[in-house]
């Protein structure tokens, strides 16, 4: 399967933990996302990478909230201090610049408890 | 403000067409509209995008009115596996998109 991966898919902390999810995007996309879903919303943009540089943060992302993509391959995304309010799926995509068309992974769902 | 506005919900008969509307009256004029559809418990699956003029591929037919304030994503022969949350989404700004609510589909045998 070549498409987009992430690890773990479920992940169940207590609150004042730090949690690290991993994503694996379709090999030669540049372009990694990160978004997060709760309960009947649509994802929300968190953060985008083109390469290893990451280019845009939203207001979403807190200081509690870090993003690498250190070799332009794979990314993590690492929560501190987790809240519950943090508890949600986070949603990792990739795409092929130029074009805008994201390929999604199935999520890692979050439970902070 | 919201950036794209879509019903909460719709149904449609098995085997018959299903129009999915959208508005989205604020999108700049080279932006271009996005559909996804989210299966339940899985990830969203890119259908089809465009910027003026209709568009079609093996899943779907996009129709963009010709002021751009709103389009139609229409699915021509519905089936229970389009089952699925379908979201418009516009670009905000750079690379970050908005989903907004989705419309959830159910279609019925």
């Known amino acids: 399967d070549t498409g987009v991966s992430q690890d773990p898919r479920h992940k169940i902390t207590k609150r004042g933990q730090n949690v690290t999810f991993r994503c694996d995007p379709i090999s030669e996309h540049n372009r990694l996302y990160w978004y997060r879903q709760t309960l009947g919303q649509g994802p929300e943009f968190l953060t985008y990478f083109q390469n290893e540089a990451q280019l845009e943060k939203s207001r979403l992302l807190s200081d509690r909230f870090s993003a690498e993509r250190p070799k332009g391959s794979f990314s993590t995304l690492e929560i501190q201090r987790t809240e519950q309010g943090d508890s949600a799926m986070y949603l990792c995509a990739s795409s092929l610049a130029p074009s805008h068309e994201q390929y999604f992974g199935p999520g890692t769902r979050l439970t902070v408890t | 403000d919201a950036k794209t506005t879509q019903p909460t919900s719709m149904d449609c008969a098995e085997g018959r067409a299903a129009n999915l509307p959208c508005n989205h009256s604020t999108i700049s004029g080279n932006e271009y509209v996005y559909w996804y559809r989210q299966i339940h418990s899985q990830g969203p699956q890119y259908i089809i995008h465009g910027l003026k003029n209709n568009e079609t591929n093996e899943m779907a037919s996009l129709i963009i009115t010709e002021d751009r304030k709103s389009s139609t994503l229409i699915l021509p022969h519905a089936t229970l596996r389009d089952t699925a949350v379908y979201y418009c989404?516009?670009?905000?700004?750079?690379?970050?998109?908005?989903f907004g609510t989705g419309t959830s589909l159910t279609v019925i045998p």
């Open positions: 989404i516009v670009r905000v700004t750079g690379n970050q998109f908005y």
